[in-house]
Nanobody, 114 residues
């Protein structure tokens, strides 16, 4: 499984970004996809996830501001991030758990200026 993230960048506080993660490789048509983030000096944390069923989960810190969605036909997950805060500055990673292995993308940098 290969994961390619895009959509990161520099934005002012209060702004928005939309991240994309395209999954390719050999797997069933619908898979769980997650977005993690790692800020400088901090541990990697789960920001949002979407199951094959479409069920979603969010970290408390992003609830009401981030929305995860997917396009099954394109094997793509999205993370719409609104009302961004400087504390959201991090490298955002896409991850797919499959057959006991966690696959990761290279990450995309999100920087929010105050």
């Amino acid at each position: 499984v290969q994961l390619l993230e895009s959509g990161g960048g520099l934005v002012q506080a209060g702004g928005s970004l939309n991240l994309s993660c395209v999954a390719s490789g050999t797997f069933s048509s619908v898979i769980t996809m997650r977005w993690y983030r790692q800020a400088p000096g901090k541990e990697r944390e789960l920001a949002a996830g979407i199951a094959a069923s479409g069920r979603t989960r969010y970290a408390d810190s992003v609830k009401g501001r981030f929305t995860i969605s997917r396009d099954n036909a394109k094997n793509t997950a999205y993370l719409q991030m609104d009302n961004l805060e400087p504390e959201d500055t991090a490298v955002y990673y896409c991850s797919v758990p499959l057959m006991g292995t966690d696959y990761w993308g290279a990450g995309t940098q999100v920087t929010v200026s105050s």
